[in-house]
């Protein structure tokens, strides 16, 4: 949740403020609707406790490395990705690293802004007494097939972020989501207290925190992965951009695990709010663990109903979530104009406009897709699931490649050890080394291919 922070006009060539500037905003991108919609549903769908100890190791090994890439990327050459790239080398292969990069949000935010209008009718369905409605079985199903409502307010949404862009209000918000997020955690504390209170809760504890080999797919890894990427913001141009507003006294390493801790803990905590839900209130059924995105628009309308007030309770939950999307899709949006008005030389104005009729277009396929569209497969697959495939499980594997291949060809270990070292003991060297020139490429050139070979039905993962 977060918006880009406006590149600095200082001249001591830091746009942060302070030391928790930097891990402020980046954290408030990183925390989204990744941690709240997408983690749950991953981590229901692809093993419970199997995923979740995939996720913490990748987290802290790979994500771990790749943050700190990104950012020092950044620091060092105060560049956005196309340009940090060139800076480092001239071939085509790496101009191509800098593109996808940049071209990861693209596919994106359209679809980011479906899910966010989803968003925005809970929350007007919470503040207009819908909260029984909403709750009953089939609800979200008939709602998202229902093409009008889903598609109007998918545009509101898309509406709101470009009427904030271009109101250059960007900080503003950032100063609410800021105040909004410590909220978010207490109510997340608050009703996943609940939720893991609820008779046959337990279970879903159980499925969430003890690994069972027995669920453990290759798929688990893959989308343990993809879930990495998209909730700390990796493989995607923004930490990069992010890096060039860090001053160069900043402790990277530090700033590093605050955010991932950060991060992983409202995931957590998001998952502690629904899986236990599910197995309260449907009893671990396999159809409802693999809801996937709609399982958050299931199972915490029957968690408000049944706490008694849920009215309130609905509005505040929906709003805040509402807030984060809000927030991160501004983010989103702003990386994709400012490559449009770098790369083409446009106004910012035309660029915002260009771009929002584009989300809107890719969009409405992903949002109509469940109803009128319901038809249109691409390999199989809804147009949004496809979209969420095509970044997360291809181009972001790409792109996280291409940054490893910088580092460790273009750049070196060494000169990174250097910028790390600045000023303070670069503790976690070993792993970052480790994780740089072995995991990363080994794991991502065979997730590439697994989930490619199985999406055209070549090999089952
Ligand atoms: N990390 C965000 C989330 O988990 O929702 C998604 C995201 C937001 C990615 C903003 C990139 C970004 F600029």
Not at 134 to 143: N, Q, T
Not at 206 to 235: C, D, E, R
């Amino acid at each position: 949740m977060a918006s880009k922070e406006s590149k600095p006009k200082t001249t001591n060539n830091s746009g942060f403020t302070g030391k928790m500037g930097y891990v402020m905003a980046a954290a408030a991108s990183a925390v989204g609707l990744g941690n709240i919609w997408r983690f749950p549903y991953l981590c229901a769908k692809y093993g419970g406790g199997i995923f979740l100890v995939i996720y913490l190791v990748l987290v802290f090994t790979f994500g771990y490395a790749l943050l700190m890439s990104e950012t020092a990327i950044g620091r060092m050459t105060r560049k956005s990705p196309i340009g940090a790239f060139k800076s480092f080398s001239n071939t085509k292969a790496s101009a191509f690293g800098g593109w996808i990069n940049a071209l990861v949000p693209f596919i994106i935010c359209p679809y980011y802004a479906v899910i966010g209008g989803w968003v925005v009718k809970y929350l007007v369905g919470y503040c207009t007494g819908e909260t029984q409605a909403m709750a009953a079985d089939g609800y979200f199903g008939g709602y998202i097939s229902s093409n009008l409502q889903p598609e109007l307010f998918f545009i509101i949404f898309v509406l709101l972020t470009m009427v904030v862009i271009l109101g250059g209000v960007v900080n503003g918000v950032e100063k609410v989501s800021r105040i909004m997020m410590p909220i978010l955690i207490v109510l997340a504390v608050i009703v996943s207290i609940y939720s893991c209170t609820r008779p046959g809760a337990v279970e879903g504890i159980k499925y969430m925190f003890i690994p069972n080999i027995h669920n453990f797919s290759m798929m688990t890894i893959v989308s343990a992965m993809g879930q990495m990427f998209y909730s700390l913001s990796l493989a995607m141009g923004i930490m990069i951009t992010y890096g060039s507003y860090v001053d160069k006294n900043q402790d990277l390493e530090d700033s590093t695990t605050k955010i991932e801790f950060f991060d992983t803990l409202i995931a957590i905590l998001a998952g502690l709010m629904i899986i236990p839900a599910v197995f309260a209130f449907s009893g671990g059924d396999p159809d409802t663990l693999n809801a996937g995105p709609s399982l958050m628009f299931i199972t915490i309308p029957k968690v408000l109903v049944s706490m008694g007030f849920g009215t309130p309770a609905g509005i505040l939950f929906f709003l805040l979530v509402f807030l984060a999307a809000l927030t991160s899709n501004i983010s989103l949006t702003e990386t994709c104009v400012g490559t449009l008005s770098d790369e083409l030389g446009w106004s910012r104005r035309k660029s915002t406009l260009v771009f929002g009729v584009y989300a809107v277009l890719l969009g409405s396929l992903a949002s109509l897709g469940y109803g009128v569209l319901g038809d249109l497969k691409i390999i199989g697959m809804q147009v949004l699931d496809f979209l969420d495939f095509i970044s997360n499980s291809v181009m972001m594997p790409i792109a996280a490649l291409a940054i490893c291949i910088l580092v460790v060809r273009n750049i070196g270990l060494k000169t990174m050890a250097d910028e790390f070292e600045r000023n303070s003991a670069f503790k976690r060297k070993p792993v970052y080394n480790f994780s740089m020139k072995y995991l990363a490429p080994f794991a991502l050139v065979i997730i590439l291919i697994s989930s490619v070979l199985s999406a055209f039905g070549i090999i089952s993962i």
